[in-house]
């Protein structure tokens, strides 16, 4: 089955939640870490081990705080929607950690996901230990976007916005882009088919219908 595969960090929210968090209860050198992972110096695991080890907050406070500033990019409903009609599992792939992804969501649009990847973060008390998801991650990326949609069916879709995403150029999806941002200028540079967007509503109207292979039964 052909997948619609969403990053959620810039993508599904206005802005990355997980850099947010940092910004309010991290201490500042996790910013030249963040600048190191972008300059392809760090890869992501070892980038948010040391990212969150400066980390000072309890569950309770991260997740409000998430809530607080992690409002979802219009027609997110939409999309899901828009991809249940269509027949794509609908598959949430995301650098971050499960925490605030949890809280933003809520229960009730988690479950409209067929499959959910993304880190996992245990506290105990104010400080936060990163688990990562086994057997996706790449020499760049905690949650390799291009290994999730190799292992879609033909037909994919792929939505994304960022530095984390780029592994997915030349996977074979169909790529869209938040508009501007280093994921779409990425695929411009190398020559890729992208289709820019700003509000999902976009991508639910722009989605593809699943071609389906004939068996050749008569």
């Known amino acids: 089955m052909p997948g619609l595969v969403m990053d959620f960090d810039g993508t599904l929210t206005r ?8 910004a309010r209860f991290a201490a500042p050198p996790w910013r030249e870490l963040g600048a190191r992972y ?16 400066l980390f000072d907050a309890d569950r309770d406070q991260a997740c409000a705080y998430a809530v607080e500033v992690g409002a979802l990019r219009p027609g ?15 598959v949430l ?15 009730a649009r988690l479950r409209q996901f067929d499959r959910v990847i993304c880190n996992r973060a245990v506290f105990e008390g104010r400080r936060v ?8 991650a790449c020499a760049r990326c905690a949650v390799c976007k291009g290994e999730v949609v190799a292992g879609c069916g033909p037909g994919s879709v792929f939505v994304g916005d960022g530095h984390s995403d780029t592994c997915v150029i030349g996977a074979g999806a169909r790529l869209f882009a938040v508009e501007g941002e280093r ?5 411009v540079a190398q020559g890729a088919e992208v289709t820019p967007f700003r509000d999902l509503f976009e991508v639910a109207a722009a989605l593809p219908p699943i071609v389906r292979a004939s068996s050749g039964v008569r």
């Open 15 to 22: 802005l990355d939640v997980g850099d947010a968090l940092c």
């Open 38 to 53: 972008a300059r392809g110096e760090l890869s992501l695991p070892d980038a948010q081990r040391q990212m969150w080890a």
């Open 76 to 90: 997110v409903d939409a999309l899901l929607a828009r991809a249940a009609e269509l027949g794509y599992a609908r």
């Open 93 to 107: 792939a995301s650098g971050g950690f499960d925490f605030y992804i949890e809280a933003i969501l809520g229960p």
């Open 129 to 136: 230990t990163p688990h990562f998801a086994e057997g996706l």
């Open 183 to 187: 994921l779409h200028r990425a695929a």
